[in-house]
């Protein structure tokens, strides 16, 4: 991949993208972070999760493709997000529309825990109560040229589906953590009317400064993965993303859900209005208290 932004560049907003092409040898593909942050949390994300998904991209890369109904888009897009209980990914737990009972809670995480691994994954006890990420959401975001010709990624934009105010429901979160990752990533407040992309930080593995920013070129052999972390202090929010795009004399926006589950709009509900619990390996549930969302990222 090939950022568009000079090496001088330490991040732009929506207002000022601009910068001359700058070729980037022996990257193929590098994972970024736009997250969107608002105000407290103590969870990090692993640094397993950026080597985890950047050599998923490595393998995935020749072989992703995207149904995509207008053949004249010259990229692909595909989106998926990160279970929030997985703590050493940065999940930060759910919210239950549908409060179930403590006990039920206790019962259901001493099977998770003590069972078998593949319990959770055959479990329904999520779906039955409506449990939907609370206050973020980890969305894995594969941009992808369909040929050699390069294609400028002009922004990446939320575009919210539905936003109401947050639910009374049952707002739950696991123990455990993995530790901070080394990535570069964005802040854009969710409950601004204004959502605009502002830089924070990151380095290399090496410990030098990222550039970072908008534009920057995919082709079909260089993807972009981006991660994207929509954050909501306030309300339940449904929403898609919207790439910006350009190649040649083409240019247009494409519309990306969640990949997963027919590109239906990704979900995440503020637990600021529910009651709060953790549960730890003791398998008891506990009060908690929790503040709003600084950065997710940690």
Same mark, same amino acid.
């Given at each position: 991949?090939?950022?568009?932004?000079?090496?001088?560049?330490t991040?732009?907003?929506?207002?000022?993208?601009?910068?001359?092409?700058?070729?980037?040898?022996?990257?193929?593909?590098?994972?970024?972070?736009?997250?969107? =942050?608002?105000?407290?949390?103590?969870?990090?994300?692993?640094?397993?999760?950026?080597?985890?998904?950047?050599?998923? +991209?490595?393998?995935?890369?020749?072989?992703?493709?995207?149904?995509?109904?207008?053949?004249?888009?010259?990229?692909?897009?595909?989106?998926?997000?990160?279970?929030?209980?997985?703590v050493?990914?940065?999940?930060?737990?759910? =919210?239950?529309? %549908?409060?179930?009972?403590?006990?039920?809670?206790?019962?259901?995480?001493?099977?998770?825990?003590?069972?078998?691994?593949?319990?959770?994954?055959?479990?329904?006890?999520?779906?039955?109560y409506?449990?939907?990420?609370?206050n973020?959401?980890?969305?894995?975001?594969?941009?992808?040229?369909?040929?050699?010709?390069?294609? +400028?990624?002009? *922004?990446?934009?939320? %575009?919210?589906?539905?936003? *109401?105010?947050?639910?009374?429901?049952?707002?739950?979160?696991?123990?455990?953590?993995?530790?901070d990752?080394?990535?570069?990533?964005?802040?854009?407040?969710?409950?601004?009317?204004?959502?605009?992309?502002?830089?924070?930080?990151?380095?290399?593995?090496?410990?030098?400064?990222?550039?970072?920013?908008?534009?920057?070129? #995919?082709?079909?052999a260089?993807?972009?993965?981006?991660?994207?972390?929509?954050?909501?202090?306030?309300?339940?929010?449904?929403?898609?993303?919207? #790439?910006?795009?350009?190649?040649?004399?083409?240019?247009?926006?494409?519309?990306?859900?969640?990949?997963?589950?027919?590109?239906?709009?990704?979900?995440? =509900?503020?637990?600021?209005?529910?009651p709060?619990?953790?549960?730890?390996?003791?398998? %008891?549930?506990?009060?908690?208290t929790?503040?709003?969302?600084?950065?997710?990222?940690?």
């Amino acid at each position: 991949m090939t950022d568009a932004t000079t090496p001088e560049s330490t991040g732009q907003s929506d207002a000022d993208d601009t910068g001359e092409p700058q070729q980037s040898a022996g990257r193929q593909a590098k994972t970024w972070i736009v997250a969107a =942050v608002v105000a407290g949390l103590a969870a990090g994300i692993g640094a397993e999760t950026q080597g985890a998904f950047t050599a998923t +991209v490595d393998f995935v890369k020749d072989l992703f493709t995207t149904t995509d109904p207008h053949d004249d888009v010259p990229l692909t897009a595909k989106a998926s997000f990160v279970d929030p209980w997985d703590v050493c990914e940065g999940g930060g737990g759910m =919210v239950y529309l %549908k409060p179930p009972t403590l006990p039920a809670i206790e019962q259901e995480f001493g099977k998770r825990w003590k069972i078998n691994s593949s319990y959770s994954t055959q479990s329904t006890f999520d779906s039955t109560y409506e449990a939907k990420a609370a206050n973020y959401t980890i969305v894995n975001l594969l941009i992808q040229g369909k040929s050699a010709d390069a294609v +400028v990624i002009k *922004r990446i934009r939320v %575009k919210p589906v539905e936003v *109401r105010p947050a639910p009374k429901a049952l707002r739950l979160r696991s123990s455990g953590g993995c530790g901070d990752a080394n990535m570069s990533r964005f802040s854009v407040d969710l409950d601004s009317p204004q959502q605009q992309l502002k830089f924070k930080d990151g380095k290399t593995d090496q410990g030098k400064q990222r550039v970072s920013g908008f534009p920057y070129r #995919v082709t079909k052999a260089d993807p972009e993965a981006v991660v994207v972390v929509p954050v909501t202090n306030q309300s339940y929010c449904r929403f898609d993303f919207l #790439v910006e795009w350009e190649s040649g004399e083409q240019s247009g926006v494409l519309e990306v859900g969640d990949g997963d589950h027919q590109n239906a709009p990704f979900e995440v =509900v503020s637990g600021s209005a529910s009651p709060k619990y953790s549960i730890d390996q003791d398998l %008891k549930a506990r009060p908690m208290t929790e503040s709003k969302v600084v950065d997710p990222l940690g």
